[in-house]
Each structure stands twice: as structure tokens, then as C-alpha cells.
């Protein structure tokens, strides 16, 4: 009996190292990391029937009288003969792993080959085999593989079902001494050697799972740190330089050696190898990507053919090509390029699905935003042409009176009410404009206020010129300063009292807006509402100061500020604090106007 167990520890050592080949293969771990449907269920059949196999073919011929023979491989066995060997271990981790159809039919597979190889234990042995693989198949059903404690359960199965074994030799085998004598000289080694084989092949097993939860969650970090960074850029929409700034993060964090973005029509952004033809701005080359803005479907290339790039010596070889949808309509496309096929495995397509999906839902995102702004700009808009219709027509009575008295005041009145109404169509149609055309905004309305009510209203800027061409949101400042004059000022104040000063410095990264008046203040009832929401007064409804808050909010986010500070019977200020990066205007915008 002793000298079997290191003859038997060899048969073991070699079924594992069989075990740790096939735990390097992509398609064993495939079939053990994922659920198990038909396909996979046979070919656990097949790999574990094959175990069996090898354990009867490897197993050690164990004699009448008991004596032992060690041969290389085991071909027949005499009629008084019966083998030791290891093959209840297969069985029993294919039954945990596969389920009932996976353990019924290994053990079929190793029963059937014990069968035939002969001795006087053939038909206890292979029923033996077969029924371990039912037990331990539906045993599995309830067994957590990945878990720490299932690998002591299956240890315990492993020795149970060897157990069973040598009780199912002693009731069928025969004659009862030769029985008796077989399982004295091998039913503690097989039993502690098919316990130890189970328990290190379990080892192989949840490593592989182990290994598996590990991949699974780096690519889960990695997907949302790189959902993370390309935020900011695809909530801008999808624009060259948005898509050059995420191709680059998403280059950065991937084994791709290109990135490409595109919307239906062209490259938006392609950074990495073949840049010399995959050029940004450029009309898509590859069939690859129109066939995947067609179908809005995934694909995937492994060779140059399959791409189809119309460059024939590409150096792009593999390709995985990601619809990117806004309300299920496919508006570009990202693409992960390699040099070699063999550098797009299983990982790197499923983080490019998952990337694919987060950046749809970010353009989604994106766009639902700029529905809502396009939504609140509206009302914005609106507002304005209630209030407009009545400034317009006072001023008309004001030039239409001074046309007899001065002509030539009323000359520059009407070119200044030219500069307001333009202002506010530019308003209109632009998201940001240039803080100078603000304030040629305030200049016009206030030109024709001071035409209105002569010396009763004085404006005093303290601007720094570095600020003047970046941008603010439009009908920011003139609000103000229209709510100053209707309700800051009572109607006897004249001259040099009634005073308006707006500033405009630099705070670090920061551009300070303040306008600040000198009139009657607002009371402390009405000042923490005012910004806030619209409120009832006789002063009036806070709409404009609402509506200027709300807009900073939706722009700026938390990098905006908006507050409001008032005395009774001193003056109210009113401070605004942007971010001077996110507000940049190009010279562009401000094309059609005279700075005069």
C-alpha cells in the first residue's frame, strides 16, 4: 500500500501539468469564465472525458496477489488484475464544473474506456464512474465555484466519490477476497491521492476564475477613467478638436496603436500609426466604417483585407469599429486600430463595446443639454421682445421730437438704436460674445435713455482692456443696467447722484463683472429671493437678475458665481465671477461691428 502512493503521486503530477497547459489556452479559460450553453458543455465533456482517459491509460496494474506493476502506458489489464489510478478526479471536477450533462457524460466517457481495458473490477469500476459523474453533476448545480470553501467541498466530493468506489468494488467485484485483498493494498492511496489531485486542480481552476475578476475589474477602472476624462470633450458634441482631445485619453489608456473618431462624413480625429492617410478632416477610406455607420452594428476586422483601407500597405492590420448613437441613430464612429491581429483580444473588445456605449450615452447626454440651453435661450429671447416693443417706441418719440430740434442728436440716436437692436440679434444667435460688444450694448441703451430724461443718469466703466474680447453671455450686463435706471433711482434724483459704475478686472483665472449704483437699495426681505426666483413687488418681478443666474449656473456650472449686495438708501451691487479659460471669444465673432 505505500509503495503505491508515489507511484501514484506520479500519475497525478502528470494530469496536472496537463491541467496548467490547458489553463495558458484562450479557449479553456473561455469555456471556464463564461456561462455554459451547449458548445461549451461539450467540450467539457471532451476535455474531462480525455482525463479520464488518460488516467485509465496511465493508471497502475495492481495483480491477484497483490502485487504491483508500473508500466508507462496501460493497454489490458489480466482478468485477475485491476488498475489504480486517478481517473474519479476528472470526473469529479467535470461534474462540479459542467452541471449533470457535463458529469454524466464524462463519466460515461472514462466508465465506458475502464470497461474495456478489462480486469475483474471492469464493471464495477465503470459504473462507479458513472454514477460519481450524475452525483457530483447535480452536486455542482449548488456549488459555487469561484468561492474559497468550494474548494474544500470538492476535495470532499473528490475522496467521497473515491470512497463510494471502493464500496461499489466490494459489492460488485468478485470473488469477494480477491475485492477484499484489492481495496486493502489501493483504497487508501486512491483515496488520499484523488483527494490531493482534486484539491490542487480546484487550485488551477479558481486561479483562472481569480485571474478573471481581476481583468474584469481593471477594464471596469479603466472604462470609467476614461469615461472620466473624455467627459469634458464629447459633451462638447462631436468636433475636431473635442475628438482630437478624447482620441488622445482614450489612446493613452488602451493597447491600440491608433484611435480614429468620425462623425458620417469624415475624420474627425485620428492620432497614431497611419496618420500619413488616415487624415483628420479628411472623407472616411475604410468600407470597414461605412459599414458600420450603415448597420449600426459593431465591427471587427483581423486582417488588412478586412478593413479595406484605401491604402494597400496600411499598417493597420486589426480593427474594432464602435457605433457611436444619439436616440438610436448612429452619428460616427470609434475606431481602435493594431498593427497585428493578434494584439486585439477578448478584453480589448469588450472595453471598446462598453467605451462605445458610455461615449453614446455622453453624446446623448450632450445633446439633451443643448436642447435644454437651446430651450432656456428661447425664453431668454422671448422676454426680450416683450421688453423691446416698448423701449422701441419711446425712443422713436424721443428722435421723432428731436428730428425739429436737433437733427443731428437725432442722426446719433438712431445709428445708436441701429447698435442696440444688431446687439440683440447677435445675442440671439451666439452663445458668448465678446465683453466688448456687452458693452457697446450698454453704451446704445443708455445713449438713448440719457436722450430721454437729459442729465439725470451717469455711467462711469472701469474696464481692463485685456478683457474686452472674452466672452460672456449676451443681455448680461444691460439687464443691469436697465434695472438700475427703472428701479434703483427715484423719479427727482438728477445729475451726478444717480450714478452707475461697471468694472471689469482680472481675479487670477477668474474674469470679475460688477455693476454697482448708488440709488435706494433693496430691502432685506427681497434680496435673498432676488437671483433666486422670479418675486412679486411693486419695484418690480426680479426676472432679468433670475434669468442672468440661471444661465451662469447652466454655463459655468460651480465656476460661475452670481450675488447680489445692497444697503437701503446706499446702492446695491451686483458681482459676477467667470471663468476667464472657458469664455474665450475669437475675433470672429465680433466681425460686423465698429468698436467705435
Known amino acids: 500500500m505505500i509503495g503505491l502512493l508515489p507511484l501514484m503521486l506520479e500519475r497525478v503530477g502528470l494530469l496536472l501539468i496537463v491541467a496548467i497547459l490547458l489553463s495558458r489556452l484562450k479557449s479553456f479559460r473561455s469555456i471556464i469564465y463564461h456561462e455554459h450553453g451547449y458548445t461549451e458543455k461539450i467540450s467539457?465533456?471532451?476535455?474531462?472525458?480525455?482525463f479520464g482517459v488518460i488516467s485509465n491509460y496511465t493508471g497502475v496494474e495492481i495483480h491477484g496477489g497483490g502485487s504491483i506493476t508500473s508500466q508507462v502506458w496501460q493497454t489490458w489489464v489480466g482478468p485477475d488484475g485491476a488498475i489504480a489510478n486517478t481517473r474519479i478526479m476528472g470526473v469529479v471536477i467535470g461534474g462540479l464544473l459542467g452541471g449533470p450533462l457535463v458529469g454524466t457524460g464524462v463519466g460515461l466517457i472514462a466508465g465506458l474506456h475502464r470497461f474495456t481495458l478489462g480486469g475483474f473490477t471492469a464493471i464495477s469500476c465503470g459504473v462507479s464512474s458513472i454514477l460519481a459523474g450524475i452525483v457530483t453533476g447535480y452536486i455542482g448545480r449548488r456549488i459555487r465555484i469561484w468561492e474559497k470553501r468550494a474548494l474544500w467541498q470538492a476535495v470532499a466530493i473528490g475522496i467521497l466519490m473515491e470512497a463510494a468506489q471502493m464500496g461499489i468494488i466490494l459489492l460488485v467485484a468478485r470473488p469477494l477476497e480477491a475485492s477484499l485483498a484489492l481495496v486493502n493494498v489501493i483504497g487508501v492511496p486512491m483515496i488520499v491521492i484523488n483527494g490531493f489531485g482534486t484539491f490542487l486542480f480546484m487550485l488551477i481552476i479558481q486561479s483562472i476564475l481569480r485571474e478573471e475578476s481581476r481583468t474584469r475589474a481593471l477594464q471596469t477602472q479603466k472604462a470609467f477613467s476614461i469615461a472620466d476624462e473624455t467627459l469634458p470633450f464629447f459633451r462638447q458634441g462631436l468636433n475636431p478638436d473635442s475628438c482630437r482631445e478624447a482620441a488622445a485619453v482614450i489612446m493613452k489608456w488602451t493597447n491600440a496603436d491608433a484611435i480614429s473618431i468620425t462623425d458620417r462624413k469624415r475624420v474627425l480625429a485620428h492620432i497614431g500609426a497611419g496618420a500619413d492617410h488616415h487624415i483628420s478632416l479628411e472623407s472616411l477610406s475604410t468600407r470597414l466604417t461605412r459599414d458600420v455607420l450603415d448597420t449600426g452594428k459593431p465591427g471587427v476586422a483581423e486582417s488588412r483585407g478586412q478593413i479595406q483601407c484605401s491604402k494597400p500597405d496600411c499598417v493597420l492590420q486589426a480593427a474594432i469599429v464602435l457605433p457611436l448613437q444619439?436616440?438610436?441613430?448612429?452619428?460616427?464612429?470609434?475606431?481602435?486600430?493594431?498593427?497585428?491581429?493578434?494584439?486585439?483580444d477578448r478584453a480589448d473588445k469588450e472595453l471598446a463595446e462598453g467605451l462605445g456605449k458610455l461615449f453614446s450615452t455622453q453624446l446623448e447626454l450632450a445633446e439633451a443639454e443643448r436642447q435644454r440651453r437651446l430651450l432656456k435661450?428661447?425664453?431668454?429671447?422671448?422676454?426680450?421682445?416683450?421688453?423691446?416693443?416698448?423701449?422701441?417706441?419711446?425712443?422713436?418719440?424721443?428722435?421723432?421730437?428731436?428730428c425739429r430740434t436737433d437733427p443731428e442728436k437725432a442722426r446719433s440716436l438712431l445709428l445708436q438704436l441701429s447698435v442696440f437692436f444688431r446687439s440683440n440679434l447677435q445675442g440671439a444667435r451666439q452663445f458668448l460674445i465678446p465683453l466688448y460688444k456687452e458693452l457697446e450694448h450698454v453704451k446704445a441703451y443708455l445713449a438713448i435713455e440719457q436722450a430721454r430724461f437729459p442729465g439725470k443718469y451717469t455711467l462711469r466703466l472701469d474696464i481692463d482692456p485685456a478683457l474686452e474680447p472674452i466672452g460672456v453671455p449676451p443681455f448680461t450686463l444691460q439687464p443691469l443696467v436697465e434695472n438700475a435706471l427703472r428701479y434703483a433711482f427715484p423719479s427727482q434724483t438728477h445729475g451726478e447722484n444717480a450714478l452707475i459704475v461697471l468694472r471689469a478686472y482680472r481675479d487670477g483665472e477668474q474674469m470679475v463683472l460688477a455693476a454697482q449704483d448708488n440709488g435706494r437699495g433693496i430691502v432685506p426681505e427681497l434680496l435673498d429671493a432676488l437671483g433666486s426666483k422670479t418675486v412679486e413687488s411693486q419695484q418690480g418681478t426680479g426676472t432679468a437678475l433670475y434669468n442672468i443666474r440661471k444661465r451662469i449656473d447652466e454655463i459655468y456650472g460651480a465656476k460661475g458665481q452670481f450675488r447680489i449686495e445692497s444697503v437701503p438708501g446706499e446702492g446695491t451691487t451686483v458681482t459676477i465671477r467667470l471663468p476667464v479659460q472657458h469664455s474665450y471669444v475669437e475675433e470672429p465673432y465680433a466681425e460686423s461691428f465698429d468698436r467705435g
Open 44 to 50: 467539457l465533456i471532451l476535455i474531462f472525458g480525455a
Open 326 to 344: 444619439v436616440r438610436e441613430e448612429t452619428v460616427g464612429t470609434l475606431k481602435l486600430y493594431f498593427k497585428r491581429p493578434g494584439r486585439l
Open 377 to 402: 435661450d428661447a425664453e431668454i429671447k422671448a422676454l426680450q421682445a416683450q421688453v423691446h416693443p416698448h423701449f422701441l417706441f419711446n425712443a422713436f418719440n424721443t428722435i421723432s421730437s428731436l
